[in-house]
T-cell receptor, first 114, second 115 residues
Framework: DTGVSQDPRHKITKRGQNVTFRCDPI?????LYWYRQTLGQGPEFLTY????????KSRLLSDRFSAERPKGSFSTLEIQRTEQGDSAMYLC????????????FGPGTRLTVL | DQQVKQNSPSLSVQEGRISILNCDYT??????FLWYKKYPAEGPTFLIS?????DKNEDGRFTVFLNKSAKHLSLHIVPSQPGDSAVYFC??????????????FGQGTTLQVKP
């Protein structure tokens, strides 16, 4: 399977704990995006990497959120001191650099903060 | 500030008939539009896209129409099949110096195709 993969698929944690999610993009894709989707809403942009450089972060990404993409391959999204409002589906997508490139999404990580 | 809006939360059609899903946008900088389909517990799957230099793009049973003056696009599915039942998201990206390609999504429309 050469699609975008995400791990874990589900995460249940207690408020105040730290969590980390991983995304493995399609191998030749140099652009990587993180989105968050809550119930009844469309995905909302969180952050964007081109290769290993994080080039844009949304205002939604508070100081408790950090993302990395070492060596321009897989990416991790960490949430520190989780809050109940962080409960959502976290989606990763990848694409090639270029105008009008389609983003391909992974299956997402469902986070539940108790 | 909802820049991309899908005002119909749900749509129900009979198998074999046409499904029309609508999307409105407010940002005149948007120049590329996409439709994604999403099944429960899966990530969005790309369906079809259209550039702002076109007003129609067709791919098999799926056709997207773009009306730039009205800032409106629609997805037509003909004929509709039960397997098309899913949530459909409209998304847009804007030209700009950063050219990150980030997508702005609508809220989604749940399509149910009845056998």
């Amino acid at each position: 399977d050469t699609g975008v993969s995400q791990d874990p698929r589900h995460k249940i944690t207690k408020r105040g704990q730290n969590v980390t999610f991983r995304c493995d993009p399609i191998s030749e894709h140099n652009r990587l995006y993180w989105y968050r989707q809550t119930l009844g809403q469309g995905p909302e942009f969180l952050t964007y990497f081109q290769n290993e450089a994080q080039l844009e972060k949304s205002r939604l990404l508070s100081d408790r959120f950090s993302a990395e993409r070492p060596k321009g391959s897989f990416s991790t999204l960490e949430i520190q001191r989780t809050e109940q409002g962080d409960s959502a589906m976290y989606l990763c997508a990848s694409s090639l650099v270029g105008v009008r490139m389609v983003q391909f999404f992974g299956p997402g990580t469902r986070l539940t903060v108790l | 500030d909802q820049q991309v809006k899908q005002n119909s939360p749900s749509l129900s059609v009979q198998e074999g008939r046409i499904s029309i899903l609508n999307c409105d946008y407010t940002n005149s900088m948007f120049d590329y539009f996409l439709w994604y389909k999403k099944y429960p517990a899966e990530g969005p799957t790309f369906l079809i896209s259209i550039s702002s230099i076109k007003d129609k793009n067709e791919d098999g049973r799926f056709t997207v129409f773009l009306n730039k003056s009205a800032k409106h696009l629609s997805l037509h599915i003909v004929p509709s099949q039960p397997g098309d039942s899913a949530v459909y998201f409209c998304a847009a990206s804007a030209r700009g110096s950063s050219n990150t390609g980030k997508l702005i999504f609508g809220q989604g429309t749940t399509l149910q195709v009845k056998p």
